[in-house]
């Protein structure tokens, strides 16, 4: 029986630094564009960041990294 995604366990391990830090500017609604002019990054290398964190972490949607980011403590309401 598979574990719901983001509670505890990861797939394929930890997350990098720049993999959390990517995952955590997601969670928060910035679009792969921002982030990428944020973190000094391409596009491209944004987008493979966010795809290996998911496929790490069990994940298949942004919604479902909004709710990893949730359960982490990672967003505060405002």
Do not use: F
Request: glycine fraction near 12%; aromatic fraction near 4%.
């Amino acid at each position: 029986m598979r574990q719901a995604p983001g509670k505890g366990a990861s797939p394929g391990g930890e997350l990098s630094d720049r993999e959390e830090t990517v995952v955590r500017l997601t969670a928060a609604g910035h679009c792969n564009k921002e982030i990428a002019t944020q973190l000094a990054l391409s596009v491209k290398a944004v987008e493979t960041y966010k795809s290996r964190s998911l496929e790490k972490l069990g994940l298949r949607s942004r919604a479902d990294l909004v709710r990893y980011a949730l359960q982490r403590g990672w967003l505060q309401g405002g």
